[in-house]
């Protein structure tokens, strides 16, 4: 379970000092997607950089099952991500010049070493996204769509007991948007992972099991489980 | 992985830059091997004399032209403690051929340990009229059983073997043994001797004042004995160097050394500039994917290994181009050109280029350390 606890971020100093999240809390139980909506500068992104340890909340609490991650080292966070967190960028930010599957492959060689149920489980990942015949193709030869499966069996690479997800349908079309939100829905559910999925598309919001929608940096509307 | 892979993915931009510090590597090489060139032309005669120390006339040190030691001189370094030996070494300017087809020489007498030429051709056996010749007397037309004449003294040597490594100020050096070295440089220093009995009478004087003498004396030490002790023991009538001190000094080499030096600073920080500007701009272009990749996980160290081995690669292949080149140049060189390669510097070259271009990644570590994570998802401050 996640649970975000009265978080706040606050970025600069006296006048200048800009509140991009205050007082933010909210719950997710394993196995839920959750939809963070808002306009932009509603701290979407802010809050989904506290939850990855990419930054440090000013104040609050962020717990997954129990274990405290807002106090963390850079190290630290660094290994927390690569062991617990996938992250689908909204630009999918795959290394241009690795295959499909050498993408994939990128998540344990950062943790030290390949091993062949490494390889497995990507091949299996590729597979069951659609994406065996693209396994050694690079990036630019994929189609918007692809590239997009591509970063989610990437985010999953590593078994993740949290996801997090930024605009994963900003550049597709709105067929194309859909399928992949129920594709990530399916995995969430399947792999018994929290996922939290920042978008500005209420349409995409709906097929998520819950909603939170953000505006200056507050919680302005909850579904059941937020609080 | 992710070294290699980017290496493989983008061949000619890296394969560009690695050209471009390969001529930067070949032209560290070529510098090196010009100016080793120039060194053992310039003083190879100097450097290679089998001694401890060369002992030059008072104030004479470092011009060898210049210096006289007489037959006692030598003696009485013979017999100075904690010298075991001593011999005269004789140096005099001569022009072998006709005045059509001439070409300057220095005749260097050995006045004991004549077997110390290394021999590459004929024999090292030198006998009265006869000489030794650096191999480079070969560029000239010199062949082994040739008999030469020094003009204009008409003095003539056979020459029955070739040497190494032996010129002096980049000219070819004829080596003899000491009486014939005597005739040969009072005749030089005479010249010509006109004027009737007095001119006679000036000759035989002056070949009386050089009998067993020469330029200089090697010297070889008893076992232990340091130049500074045998130096103080003999006062200042004589002026010590090493060979190697002696080789390095006088005729403009240590301005020559200085300037050939300089050429090869220059080449190797040009090398670092290259390869350290280089990955530092790549670093910039990427600063988005190694964002993301930072955010999926990646620690600095990792990213900073990664650039190590690229930079590794990148100077290897560099160095192989560099070496292929500096060979080519040097093959393509005529003979006469100062061009030695020395595997010893080369290494230190392509060490030096090595070291300065991980120096250069220090501007990509400082770029990758600076890359916040959280970019990756997006702006996240307003």
Known sequence: ?227 | MLAIKELLGSKLKFGLIALAIGLVVSLTMITSAISEGLIRGMSGAKNEIAADAVAFQRDTFPILERSVVSADDIAALAEAPGVARAYGVGHSFATVGSADDAYDARVFGLGDRIDQLPIVEGTGEIGPGEAVADASAAWWGAEVGDTVTLTPTGIELAIVGFTEGRRYVMFPTLWVDLPTWEAIHVATILGRVDGGEDGAAAAERMAAQFAGGASVAALEFEPGVSLAEVQQALGDEFTLATTEDAALAGNGMPEMILAVGGIQVVSVVIGALLVGVFFYITTLHKTAQIAAIKAIGASNAHLYRTLIVQITVLVAVATVIGTALALAAGAGMPPLMAFDPDPARWATAIAAVFGTAYLGSLFSLKSILGIDPATALGRTST
């Open chain 1, 1 to 227: 379970m996640l649970e975000v606890r009265d978080i706040s971020k606050r970025y600069g100093s006296g006048h200048t000092q800009v509140v991009a999240l205050d007082s933010v809390s909210f719950s997710l139980d394993t196995g839920r997607l959750l939809a963070v909506l808002g306009p932009s500068g509603s701290g979407k992104t802010t809050l989904l950089s506290l939850i990855a340890g990419l930054l440090t909340p000013s104040s609050g609490e962020i717990v997954i099952d129990g274990h405290a991650i807002h106090l963390r080292t850079a190290a630290e966070a660094a290994r927390f991500r690569r062991t617990t967190v996938g992250i689908v960028f909204q630009e999918h930010h795959l290394v241009h010049y690795l295959t499909a599957r050498e993408n994939l492959l990128l998540v344990p060689h950062l943790s030290g070493r390949v091993t062949r149920e490494d390889r497995t489980r990507a091949d299996e990942l590729l597979a069951s996204f659609g994406l065996t015949e693209r396994a050694s193709h690079r990036p630019a030869l994929l189609s918007g769509g692809e590239r997009q499966r591509v970063a989610i069996a990437r985010a999953l690479m590593n078994a993740p007991q949290i996801m997090l997800v930024d605009e994963p349908t900003a550049s597709l079309d709105t067929d194309r948007g859909l399928q992949v939100v129920e594709l990530l829905k399916q995995q969430v559910h399947e792999r018994k992972m929290t996922c939290v999925m920042v978008t500005h598309d209420p349409r995409m919001a709906e097929h998520a099991d819950e909603r939170l929608i953000l505006v200056d940096g507050r919680v302005v509307e909850e579904s059941a489980h937020a609080t």
